[in-house]
C-alpha cells in the first residue's frame, strides 16, 4: 500500500471514529414517532392521542403517528406496545380499562405493573349513573327506595361485562344493598341509546356521554363516580355526596412505553407532553370532549394502577364477574 494510501485509509477512520459518537449521541426524537391506541376512533383515548399527537409534531419537527389497534378490551394494542423496543419511538395511550381486564381475567399476556413504563396521568372521565324519566326517580335516595319496594324488577344497562361501569354499578348495588340485574351492552354508544328511548329504565355510563342528555332533561342523573362533581353535569351529585364512601372510580387515560425506557426519553417526552396539556386549545378541545385535564407523573400512575387492581379485584371477586 502506498503512503498515500495510508494516509487517506488512516483519515477515513478517523473521520468514522468521529461521526460514531456523533450519530450515536442524535438526540431524541431523530425520526417519527407511533402513538398505539388499543382501542377505536373517537374515544377519549383517541381524542388525546390526537392532540398530543400534533402538539408534539409540531415542537419535534418528527412525525407522530396514530396507530389505533382495537381488539380484546385493549390488549392488542397494548401487547404491541410491550413487544416493541424501549426506545420511545413506540407509545401507548391506554386507559383504567387495562386494569379492570387485569382484575376480571386474573392474568393477561402481558403485566401492567412490570411490561410497560409509565410516563404520566393525562386526564379523567367520570362514571354517571343516569335514569329514564319514566322511572320517576330524581335522585339516589329516590332509586333505592324503589329498588326496595320493587325487588328484582329493576335493570340497568352498562358498557359491557368487566368494564369500569360495570364495576362501579356493581359497588353502587354492594353498597346500597340493592339488587338490579345487568344488561350488558357492546359498548357505552347501544346502551346510551337504548336509555335515552326508554326500551331500558337505567344505564351507568362515561359521564360524557351522559352529560348532554341530562341538560336537555331526556335523562335524569343520578350520581357520579368521583369525589367532585362533574362540570358537565354540576347539578347531579356526586355518589359520595348521597351517602356511599367511599366511592372515588373515574375512568383515567395515561401515556406509557414499553418496560425499561431510557431516563432522559422519559424526561423529554414527559416535559414536552406537559407543555402540550398546558396549552388553552388543548384545555378546550379535552374540555369539549368531556374530559378533564388530570396531571400526574410517572410515579402517580404506577400508584394508582397498583391501587386501582387491588380495588377492582376486590369488587370482581365480590360481585362474580367473569371475564365474557
Known amino acids: ?84 423496543p424501549a426506545d420511545g419511538y413506540t407509545l401507548l395511550l391506554q386507559n383504567s380499562t387495562m386494569v379492570v381486564s387485569q382484575a376480571v381475567s386474573g392474568k393477561l399476556n402481558y403485566d401492567a405493573q412490570k411490561d410497560l413504563t409509565p410516563i404520566m396521568l393525562l386526564g379523567i372521565t367520570p362514571i354517571a349513573l343516569a335514569a329514564h324519566p319514566s322511572l320517576k326517580v330524581r335522585n339516589f335516595r329516590e332509586l333505592v327506595a324503589h329498588a326496595k319496594a320493587h325487588p328484582n324488577t329493576l335493570a340497568y344497562g352498562s358498557c359491557g361485562i368487566g368494564t369500569p361501569q360495570h364495576f362501579v354499578m356493581e359497588l353502587v348495588k ?53 369525589k367532585a362533581r362533574y362540570k358537565l353535569m354540576p347539578d347531579t351529585p356526586t355518589f359520595e355526596e348521597q351517602g356511599l364512601k367511599p366511592l372515588d372510580f373515574s375512568i383515567w387515560y395515561a401515556l406509557m412505553g414499553p418496560a425499561k425506557m431510557p431516563p432522559d426519553v422519559l424526561a423529554r417526552i414527559y416535559a414536552d407532553v406537559q407543555k402540550i396539556m398546558a396549552q388553552p386549545e388543548t384545555q378546550a378541545r379535552l374540555s369539549s370532549a368531556g374530559v378533564e385535564p388530570y396531571s400526574g407523573n410517572g410515579a402517580a400512575l404506577t400508584t394508582l394502577i397498583r391501587e386501582d387492581l387491588v380495588r377492582y379485584t376486590e369488587v370482581a371477586k365480590a360481585a362474580n364477574i367473569k371475564p365474557e
Not at 460514531?20 to 381524542?47: E, H, M, N
Open 174 to 226: 354492594q353498597k346500597a344493598g340493592i339488587e338490579a340485574n345487568h344488561a350488558a351492552y357492546k359498548g357505552c354508544a347501544p346502551g346510551l341509546a337504548d336509555v335515552v328511548g326508554g326500551q331500558i329504565p337505567l344505564a351507568i355510563l362515561s359521564a360524557n356521554l351522559v352529560a348532554p342528555y341530562v341538560t336537555s332533561g331526556k335523562l335524569v342523573g343520578i350520581g357520579v363516580s368521583t
Open 1 to 84: 500500500m502506498s503512503a498515500k494510501a495510508v494516509v487517506a485509509l488512516g483519515l477515513g477512520l478517523a473521520l468514522q471514529a468521529l461521526a460514531g459518537p456523533a450519530l450515536a449521541a442524535d438526540p431524541y426524537p431523530s425520526k417519527a414517532v407511533r402513538i398505539i391506541v388499543p382501542y377505536g376512533t373517537g374515544g377519549g383515548s383517541d381524542i388525546l392521542a390526537r392532540q398530543i399527537g400534533a402538539g408534539l409534531q409540531n415542537l419535534w419537527g418528527q412525525g407522530v403517528v396514530i396507530d389505533n389497534r382495537a381488539g380484546a378490551s385493549g390488549n392488542i394494542g397494548t401487547e404491541a406496545v410491550v413487544r416493541s
